[in-house]
């Protein structure tokens, strides 16, 4: 290797002339190095494009997920300024409520809000029995600048054979108010008549077209129980505070009768300033002003008791991207490690000629470290644009949403973005840093000669590694409380277990790498009593761990992250299981009614034509609640309880009472602790239901209490009334009078998970029309659907369950205990299992290079093609298993550290008794047997595939 200079322009190329300048100083020479490395790289980028493309896409991925998710976050993160466009759009400022009490704020009121212990101020001439739009004239004085009301509200449609539950705005838009509301297309519509025959004018926006709404037209739609014909006039999009309204009208379709879910726009050119906005917060008001939020005033100007919360969101956003870049940082410098032990490796025999030729050891790195430079470069600006334009894409298609995830403005936060890419680029450098590293120990006669055998493990390092190991995993252990560590820190770390548990973890990982090279020493010993292909593949791990051991550390990192979450969340996948309570029999359906339209079965039939509908009534003690306008004096309300052996009836009224007997005592009735359900249904259904026969289904239908679990034929069961004081701001002691004690038969059945679904979830059931339920008042909040074969009911008829009977109707089919998270385990496999492969595949082709020599003698001596590749296939086995053994053992310490908080709380769903302190734990040896078997089989056998042709044999000269 040599390097020609230029001939000096005062010269003719000769070597006659001036003498030469001296020796340049340091820092020439240190751009001038620099310079060279960095030419050289891009030279050798281009010409190894399959190993550059591997590492800029190992690189850029992370890169790109980052930005991505840093750019979503911030848009969805609406505050400050940007929430002007979406509140008070061209006005001044937005008005809410006003509050009986004083309210005091933070500039930007969503992030700090509070009500004080002080009367509000009255606002003349309001009325808080009237609407919005009748106080916008007290409004108006009161700022004394005009202002337009806007109203929310919610109407149900049907389309076809499909129910809709729209959101709708009330807001004149005509006055001009900007991005909050834009008219598309048509004309804006005029003011409803306050005739409800009258058909009012509405406009659609993309939300309600995007769920079929038409764009022409008219169509019935109801608020609070008033059909009313609406016709659309135009095209509009209309933003609000957290959604995007699919229906906008002039003023509301219905008349309210008292300020609601809306307030007032105030209008015209004079800013609501800080000082007003204090003093609008005396009269109750909850104020979005502009100006405030473009001029926020000094944060010793904020409320005192709101000043803790200034910055704190702000604060947290940044702590979050600076610990995912960090992530970013170690997870990018391990996966692109093995990839420049390829290039340093490749290269020995070239620097070995530099160093041979006075190419200084600084040189030599920064020839490896330059390659870094450039493909971390290259890597990081496309990770960040296309992770921008990802989450522009994003962005666009939840932009019709009713309520869109990513409502706000597109926020790139290009200084943050800057810093991803810092730690792209540097993570880069540090992977490349170890083998560059290495070139002080270059052995340029070993390297000419062509042996490369790394020099043995250090003691050192191996003390350091344990010591750090078990130090590690006993922090991380304590952290979460399932090693106690009181006897040893005492009060030190009180408090502070997350503190323990990140340290602990971080110390942990950095033993496990440090133990690495031991291991792989280790490996290479044990691998004597292997065949023939996995003890050369293991001697050959031992030998060269300089190549070997990133590799093999970057798999134990993937392996141990994938054990860390899949412990977790399979303890807490086993946890909800335990806690799951089915709704009904296998196979049937429940539908259940959540809105204040009446349900019907006709409508319920209609939709599951051929299906055997069944209503679930259950008592109703308290029917003054069930009112349209709730009661304000006292009144008396009924109750129904099991008492228990040795209870009194006092003690089963559930949340009523204060008896230290309450929690034993309550266990079944109408205020039961848990389900305070009473279901009254026919006998037939009843016994159909409970599955019982001969005498104790005679007995349902004779009028017994059925029961889940203890023991007895009779139940003592007493019935009577409490008083009920709406004014009441506590729980008041019970005064029950009871009109009814008596022991009545029992039909008891098993205290199971499947014989509460029998009961749909009711603490005790009795069949209808027998004397224990004489004079009771019911509702019916549920429906039974069944087929009548008893076979589970079709996905069709669900779907269309679903579909007719409209949003603010639950339909749910009793399929057991379901995963909702399979899909993301799923992905989470297919994700590591790739970068296993990546890093396992990456470092066998070096190892494959390096023993082109080996493999010609091979080949020289008879070995055929099939022995090449199961020498391939064993290398790369060998290798995956022992990264994937590592990082197994490695991530299970913090996966049974998570294990614990997580499911830490629990409680027994049919004794309602609490597991406080009976932590789940549940390790996934069957996904991880996926990773850790499945992937190094599988990166064997390509392996074993990309050999293909028979090395090229030469014969020397001699």
Not at 424 to 441: C, K, Q
Not at 748 to 772: D, F, I, N, Q, W
Not at 850 to 868: K, N, S, V, Y
Request: glycine share 10%; net charge neutral; hydrophobic share 45%.
């Amino acid at each position: 290797m040599s390097t020609l200079a230029p001939s000096r322009p005062d010269t003719d190329g000769s070597g006659s002339g001036a003498p030469e300048p001296g020796d340049p100083g340091r820092l020439a020479q240190w751009r001038s190095s620099w310079a060279v490395a960095l030419r050289m790289a891009r030279r050798d980028v281009r010409r190894h494009r399959g190993r550059s493309a591997l590492v800029v896409v190992m690189v850029l991925l992370p890169t790109l997920l980052l930005s991505a998710v840093v750019t979503l976050a911030y848009t969805s993160d609406v505050s400050g300024a940007e929430r002007i466009p979406q509140t008070v759009g061209t006005g001044q400022a937005l008005l809410e409520w006003p509050d009986v009490s004083r309210t005091v704020q933070l500039p930007d009121p969503g992030a700090g809000f509070s009500s004080v212990d002080q009367d509000a101020r009255p606002v003349p001439g309001f009325d808080r029995e009237a609407s919005t739009f009748a106080n916008a004239d007290a409004v108006s004085r009161l700022v004394d600048a005009p202002v337009t009301p806007f109203e929310r509200w919610s109407a149900r449609t049907t389309l076809g054979e499909r129910r809709l539950s729209l959101d709708g705005l009330s807001l004149d838009g005509a006055v001009g108010l900007g991005e909050k509301l834009e008219l598309v297309s048509g004309r804006w519509p005029a003011a409803p008549s306050s005739d409800p025959a009258t058909p009012a004018e509405v406009l659609v926006t993309p939300v309600a077209i995007s769920r079929g709404v038409p764009q022409q037209g008219s169509f019935e739609v109801t608020v609070e129980g008033t059909t009313r014909t609406v016709t659309v006039v135009g095209v509009a999009r209309a933003q609000d505070l957290y959604s995007q309204p699919a229906l906008v009208t002039a003023a509301p379709l219905v008349p309210a009768a008292a300020v609601g879910n809306g307030g007032w726009i105030v209008l015209g050119t004079d800013p609501v300033t800080w000082p007003e906005v204090r003093t609008l917060g005396e009269y109750g008001f909850r104020v979005t002003s502009a100006d405030a939020l473009l001029h926020p005033p000094a944060e010793s100007a904020y409320p005192a008791e709101l000043q803790a919360q200034a910055g704190d969101e702000t604060q947290r956003m940044g702590l979050l991207v600076g610990l995912a870049a960090v992530m970013l940082l170690v997870s990018t410098t391990l996966l692109v490690g093995p990839a420049f032990a390829v290039s340093a490796t490749r290269q020995r025999r070239t620097l070995a000629l530099a160093a041979s030729n006075g190419a200084h050891t600084p040189v030599l790195r920064r020839t490896v470290l330059a390659q870094a430079l450039v493909l971390g470069a290259v890597s990081a600006v496309a990770g960040v644009g296309l992770g921008v334009g990802g989450a522009w894409l994003v962005r666009a298609a939840t932009a019709d949403q009713a309520y869109p995830p990513f409502g706000g403005p597109f926020d790139v936060r290009w200084g943050m973005l800057a810093g991803v890419a810092a730690c792209a680029v540097a993570s880069t450098f540090v992977a490349a840093l170890v083998p560059a590293r290495r070139l002080g120990r270059l052995d340029i006669v070993g390297v000419m000669r062509g042996q490369s055998v790394s020099p043995r493990p250090s003691l050192v390092v191996l003390g350091l590694g344990v010591v750090l190991a078990l130090v590690g995993g006993v922090l991380t252990l304590g952290g979460t409380g399932v090693v106690d560590l009181s006897g040893i820190t005492g009060n030190l770390f009180a408090g502070s277990g997350e503190t323990l548990v990140v340290v602990g973890a971080f110390v942990l990982i950095v033993g496990s790498l440090l133990l690495v090279p031991v291991v792989l020493a280790g490996v290479g010993r044990l691998g004597t009593h292997l065949p023939t292909s996995l003890r050369m593949a293991a001697r050959d791990l031992a030998r060269h761990r300089a190549r070997s051991a990133p590799s093999v550390a970057a798999v134990l990192a993937v392996v141990a992250g994938l054990t860390f979450g899949l412990t977790g969340l399979e303890s807490d996948t086993e946890q909800r299981r335990m806690e799951y309570l089915p709704t009904t029999i296998p196979g049937e359906v429940v539908v259940s009614a959540y809105s204040e339209t009446p349900l019907t079965a006709d409508a319920i039939r209609s939709a599951a034509p051929g299906a055997v509908v069944a209503a679930n009534p259950v008592f109703v003690g308290d029917t003054q609640q069930m009112q349209e306008v709730p009661p304000t004096e006292p009144y008396d309300a009924r109750f129904v309880s099991v008492v228990p052996a040795g209870c009194e009836v006092t003690d089963t009224l559930g949340y009523l009472t204060d008896s230290a007997k309450g929690p034993q005592c309550s266990v079944a009735g109408s205020l039961a602790n848990g389900s305070g359900t009473v279901l009254t249904l026919p006998a037939d259904e009843l016994v159909r239901r409970t599955g019982v026969t001969g005498a104790a289904a005679a007995q349902v239908r004779d009028g017994a209490v059925v029961l889940l679990g203890g023991s007895g034929g009779t139940v003592r069961v007493a019935q009577g009334t409490y008083r009920v004081d709406p004014q009441a701001e506590t729980v008041q002691a019970p005064r029950a009078t009871v009109t009814s004690d008596a022991q009545v038969p029992a039909v008891r059945l098993p205290l199971t998970k499947e014989s509460a679904g029998r009961l749909l979830g009711a603490s005790m059931a009795v069949a209808a029309g027998t004397p224990l339920t004489r004079g009771w008042d019911t509702t019916t909040p549920s429906w039974t659907v069944r087929e009548a074969d008893g076979s589970a009911v079709p996905d069709a008829t669900v779907d269309r369950l679903a579909e007719r009977l409209g949003d603010e109707v639950g339909v749910q089919r009793e399929d057991g205990f379901q995963r909702e998270d399979r899909m993301v385990v799923a992905i989470l496999l297919a994700v590591f299992g790739l970068l296993i492969l990546v890093v396992v595949l990456t470092s066998t082709a070096l190892t494959l290079a390096e023993q082109q020599t080996d493999q010609a003698t091979l080949a020289a001596l008879g070995a055929t093609r099939g022995t090449r590749r199961v020498m391939a296939a064993a290398g790369a086995f060998v290798l995956a298993a022992v990264g994937c053994a590592l990082g197994v053992a490695v991530g299970l310490v913090p996966g049974i550290a998570i294990a614990r908080p997580l499911t830490a709380v629990g409680w027994d769903p049919l004794t309602q008794a609490s597991r406080d302190g009976q932590s789940v734990l549940v390790i996934p040896w069957a996904d991880l047997a996926t990773v850790g078997l499945l992937v190094p089989v599988l990166a064997a056998l390509l392996a074993a595939a990309g050999i293909r042709r028979a090395p090229q044999v030469t014969r020397r000269a001699t």
